[in-house]
């Protein structure tokens, strides 16, 4: 939330997700966050119901309705943003739905609606962290209280070993029906094929050159077996090897996260399918 206009059209967008109107939430590597931002959350609607009106103005400030990266915002049924904790209080007083687009307003309005009760909402969607200036995806835990939804979010920069099985499959499976149309697809940064940290590479079994690369497309063409991680291993050669014995496995090793900007930890699974090796990774948190 920095620029007035961006954040209007992304303090919609998270009401736009699907699963929007889900009550629970799977188990993932952000189950730590989840616990905080619904305590949070549950701290302030308390607050709220026990304090009133007056309570509103507690959550704009600095102190007992933040942790950490984490802080309480509140927009009434009107679109009106009430108060924010964060860098989003620059939108105070304003009608965030005024800005939007018929296709946003409808979905935004549809949320807004949703009856008053005791049930946490999610939802996931992109956002742009203020600390590293990064647009990244966000989760976040709504309730509405009377006429005011209370929020209160949290980023998630690392992808899950699950996401990035699921990613695999789903580019394994394209590859089989169309490799070429899928070689042109990750090429062009599709987002079908890319999120966030989680993109696919492809490698000629034939050639040993990458044909396909969903981040650095400077790799594409180039020998997969001088393929070094950041701290100098072969894994390029390793990838060939382990594919060759099995057909496919998992690879550690240091490599730069496009969302973080940082080296990290990160495990690649890869696949053998016909003639090629798709191969999709996931990082890990810096104590994993």
């Known amino acids: 939330m920095l620029l007035i206009c961006r954040n209007v059209a992304l303090v919609a967008t998270m009401f736009l997700i699907a699963n929007v109107f889900g009550q629970g939430i799977p188990e993932d590597r952000y189950a730590d966050e989840a616990d905080r931002a619904k305590s949070l959350l549950r701290k302030a609607v308390d607050h709220y119901q026990e304090n009133g009106e007056k309570a509103i103005a507690a959550f704009s400030r600095q102190g007992e309705f933040m ?25 105070i007083g304003r009608d965030v739905s005024q800005a939007l687009n018929d296709d946003l307003n409808k979905g935004f309005k549809e949320a807004l609606a949703l009856p008053p009760s005791d049930t946490i909402h999610h939802a996931d969607y992109r956002w742009h962290n203020w600390q590293d200036g990064r647009e990244e995806r966000k989760r976040v835990f709504f309730q509405r209280v009377g006429g005011k939804v209370f929020s209160v979010g949290y980023y998630m920069p690392r992808s899950s070993e699950g996401e990035a099985k699921a990613l695999l499959n789903n580019v394994v499976e394209a590859v089989k029906e ?7 697809r990750i090429n062009k940064l599709d987002a079908k094929y890319l999120r966030d940290d989680l993109y ?16 650095n497309l400077r790799l594409v063409g180039s020998d997969f077996r001088k393929l070094h991680s950041a701290d100098r291993h072969p894994i390029g050669n390793q990838i060939l090897e382990a594919t060759a014995q099995s057909g496919s496995g998992r690879i550690p090793y240091l490599w730069p996260n496009p969302v973080t900007r940082k080296n990290e930890p990160k495990v690649t699974l890869f696949e053998a399918t016909d003639s090629y090796i798709v191969a999709v990774g996931y990082y890990l948190d810096e104590e994993q």
């Open 67 to 91: 942790d950490d990266e984490l802080y309480v915002y509140v927009i009434d049924t009107e679109g009106i943003m009430l108060a924010s904790g964060g860098p989003s209080a620059n939108l």
């Open 178 to 184: 169309n490799s070429q149309q899928t070689f042109e």
């Open 200 to 215: 696919a590479f492809v490698v000629d079994r034939e050639t040993q050159r990458f044909i396909a690369h969903g981040y």
